[in-house]
């Protein structure tokens, strides 16, 4: 029907730097997550209409792998601008057809792309 949430990982203890980056930096809003699962570290954020779950786990190389979450974007010069005056690193995505993209890691090394359909098509 539809997903329900996805979810990526973080060092165990890094909630703060990852509240500054999601909340902060990309502007997404915290939620509460159910009392049950608040011993478990992590956080859960709200983005247009759908979930991302944080949690936390030790011992990954997050920068070696190919897993990501693609956020859809109205303006995407202005989100590159806002990265790199974070200190993100852009790298440029292959190109796909009628839409413009591009990658950077969070502060975990966890995989973000930004991608927006051409002005044209939209």
């Keep these: 029907m539809s997903i329900d949430h996805v979810q990526i990982t973080i060092p165990i203890g890094q909630e703060q730097i990852a509240r500054t980056f ?3 930096v990309l502007g997404l809003t ?3 997550k ?3 699962l ?3 570290g992590g956080l859960w954020l709200e983005v247009g209409g759908q979930q991302l779950h944080i949690g936390v786990e030790g ?3 997050r920068t070696s792998s190919k897993a990501h979450v693609a956020y859809r974007v109205l303006d995407l010069a202005r989100w590159r601008a806002k990265l790199e005056e974070a200190g993100c690193f852009i790298l440029e995505s292959v190109p796909m057809p009628n839409h ?3 990658e950077t890691r969070d502060p975990f090394g ?3 792309e930004l991608i927006a359909k ?4 939209h």
């Design 22 to 24: 999601y909340c902060g």
């Design 110 to 112: 966890n995989r973000i």
């Design 118 to 121: 051409h002005e044209r098509d």
């Design 59 to 61: 011992g990954i190389d």
């Design 34 to 36: 159910p009392e049950a």
């Design 38 to 40: 608040k011993r478990r």
């Design 30 to 32: 915290e939620i509460e």
């Design 100 to 102: 413009d993209r591009f």
